[in-house]
């Protein structure tokens, strides 16, 4: 530190917090050295700023010896520079504590900012020599695919094989659902007497329903939370009214606002349905979905900001709220395998909200 000037070592500042602390420091030095004490001392002994705090530590006040008889003029000199040299003396002190800490925070604070790495970009794919930990890895597709009572085949994503870390969790789109919202929404339970088939595909119970098994492509955002919700809702609309429509995820997305979260970083997937009983959705011909680039949509960073809301049918003589369709009711169904399997058997299609975890350790092989 004692090799480089002030100025040098604000440029090499780390942090704005580096930043001000250098900044109180040279406040501190400047404001000592225009101290008439102190000025005085410079000239003696050519003072700089790197011996600045040794001459500190070093410089006493010495008061005048009265020498014989003294006249009223000369004694009340003698008593002003008494005081004088008192308060400098306070005044140094207090400097000297102040300089003593600014230079023990500036060689702490910068080890502390620095002892916070960044997340590295690793990627989740795995290849081989691909020494990188993710979900998407060899041994958890051998696990799975080796349990008798699995019940799906586990298979590489090559979609998913470059993305790094911060991409993947950005289309991760569900917030947490605030407690107040559950409260408020009543949980469907089933009997346990209800018997339920081994193996169950709602594609082939309401075959006539040509949304059910459609998988569309989110995009560069992270609205998961709303696909699931519409989605779902024009499967209940073709299973229980026998109407085969698309229904606006946009509209959702771009229209919910903070009541469903924040759009393209995230929503709750319980909001969503408030939105359809309050305010509706209209059809995905009135308002398509905004990234039509479809599977060759851009890499996932920067994320693309949530749409604007407009209110306003894309086609021609449509009228916005002529296309709004409306869910009769909304309601949650409890975390519990019965419950959920019980709902899509009599009902069909849920959206559901898990955690996705990191892998981190070596599955058991069974």
């Known amino acids: 530190m004692g090799a480089d000037s002030p100025r040098e070592m604000i440029h090499r500042a780390d942090s704005p917090r580096e930043m001000i602390l250098w900044l ?5 030095i400047s404001f000592l050295l225009s101290s008439p004490s102190i000025v005085g001392l410079r000239q003696q002994q050519e003072l700089n700023p790197s011996n600045l705090l040794l001459a500190i530590l070093k410089y006493k006040h010495k008061a005048p010896t009265p020498r014989g008889r003294r006249s009223s003029k000369q004694a009340t000199r003698e008593s002003r520079q008494l005081k004088r040299i008192d308060k400098n003396k306070k005044m140094g002190g207090t400097l000297q504590q102040q300089l003593l800490l600014f230079f023990f925070l500036s060689a702490v604070a910068p080890q502390v900012v620095r002892a916070v790495k960044p997340i590295p970009n ?3 794919g795995v290849e081989e020599g691909d020494n990188s930990i993710g979900i998407i890895q060899k041994d958890i597709i051998q696990t799975v ?6 019940g799906w085949t586990a298979a590489h994503n ?3 094989a470059n993305y790094t870390i911060a991409q993947f969790k950005h289309i991760l789109g569900v917030k947490p659902t605030p407690r107040d919202a559950l409260t408020d929404v009543p949980a469907k339970t089933y009997s346990r007497s209800l018997k339920l088939p081994k193996e169950f595909d709602a594609r082939s119970k309401w075959s006539h329903c040509s949304t059910i098994g459609n998988i569309l492509d989110q995009g560069h955002c992270g609205s998961c939370w709303a696909f699931g919700a519409v989605e779902c809702l024009q499967d209940r609309f073709c299973i229980h009214m026998n109407v085969n429509i698309s229904l606006s995820v946009n509209d959702l997305l771009a229209c919910c606002g903070f009541m469903c979260g ?4 995230g929503g709750y997937p319980i909001m969503a349905w408030r939105y359809f009983v309050q305010n509706g959705v209209v059809t995905d011909e009135c308002d398509p979905y905004f990234d039509q680039v479809g599977c060759n949509h851009p890499g996932c960073e920067p994320a693309y900001p949530t749409p604007v809301c407009e209110k306003k049918c894309k086609v021609r003589n449509q009228v916005w709220e002529e296309k709004k369709h409306f869910s ?6 409890k975390s519990d395998p019965h419950d959920i399997m019980s709902e899509v058997y009599i009902n069909g299609p849920v959206e559901v909200a898990f955690t996705v975890y990191e892998y981190t350790s070596t599955l058991p092989v069974a």
């Open 122 to 124: 690793s990627n989740l």
């Open 262 to 265: 924040d759009g393209c970083d």
């Open 158 to 160: 090559p979609y998913f």
């Open 328 to 333: 009769v009711n909304a309601y949650r169904i």
């Open 24 to 28: 109180k420091l040279l406040t501190a």
């Open 145 to 150: 695919n080796k349990h008798p009572d699995a």
